[in-house]
């Protein structure tokens, strides 16, 4: 079985207009083409014709059963009207997770002004996805998505889950080591490359990540992510194929870590 615990139905060719139900069945049909057996959606951080709000995201994948929504929320542009709404979302079990974008915006994790979006996560018993280290944009501020600054929110929220976007990518290093000391800490393994891996690229992350997974043991904080449609599933089926990991710890990656933590249904799939 195959989980993704990240993917997108944002527009990236913003020269013309695709419909969200013209991205969703690429996503369909990409997962099918690759025997991948659920992906989460992650909204963005702010709304245009490009980027689907979580509402119209949440509506679009209604009957598809093998998609769930984690909501983006916007640091600089959230109200409360947003989050009374995501709550909703919440109650009625139609979201898995939120989503924060620090260095696409100018705030750091452990900002006070969040301490509401964490509580409401701790409240659900839901994880809190973080982007973290290079940006796709070259206006991102990277200086904010450095992964050393979820410790101060996992150390002051130890009830909350999190997860590490990226392995913190160029700083996998530090986010190796936030990951083995604070046990409510996780990471995916999404957006390291854009399009396919070149193969010293592939075998560049290769030792990284068995390096980390070394220092940080048994890899129950490690999930499976592509950040399609920026990097291409097939070859990130290749590369999780490379890793030298015995078959047990593969599965933990890729799908039993995230149904344990997103508690997705795999006996529905």
């Given amino acids: 079985m195959i989980i993704d615990v990240h993917t997108h139905i944002n527009n990236y060719h913003e020269d013309r207009v695709v419909s969200l139900e013209e991205c969703l069945n690429l996503l369909t049909e990409t997962m099918q083409e690759n025997k991948v057996d659920y992906s989460l959606v992650l909204s963005s951080y702010k709304v245009n014709e490009h980027r689907p709000s979580t509402k119209k995201v949440v509506e679009a994948i209604s009957g598809r059963d093998n998609l769930g929504v984690v909501a983006g929320i916007s640091y600089l542009n959230y109200t409360h009207r947003d989050l009374r709404e995501i709550s909703e979302f919440l109650d009625e ?93 996780y990471s995916d393994v999404s957006g390291l490359v854009l399009g396919n891996f070149s193969y010293k690229f592939e075998r560049f992350m290769k030792n990284e990540l068995e390096e980390m997974i070394t220092y940080a043991g048994n890899p129950q904080y490690l999930l499976y992510g592509t950040d399609w449609p920026i990097s291409n599933m097939h070859s990130y089926l290749n590369f999780m194929e490379q890793l030298e990991l015995p078959e047990e710890k593969k599965e933990l990656i890729l799908w039993k870590n995230a149904a344990d933590l997103f508690k997705i249904d795999v006996s529905k799939l």
């Fill in 93 to 185: 079990g139609l979201i898995k997770g939120l989503k924060l974008y620090p260095g696409y915006e100018p705030f750091y994790p452990n900002d006070k002004r969040l301490q509401v979006v964490y509580d409401m996560a701790v409240e659900y018993d839901i994880p809190v996805m973080f982007h973290s280290g290079d940006t796709y944009s070259p206006t991102g501020r990277i200086k904010y998505s450095h992964p050393i600054h979820i410790d101060d929110v996992a150390v002051d929220f130890p009830d909350l889950k999190i997860v590490i976007c990226h392995v913190g990518n160029p700083w996998i290093k530090d986010c190796m080591e936030v990951v083995y000391k604070n046990k409510n800490v």
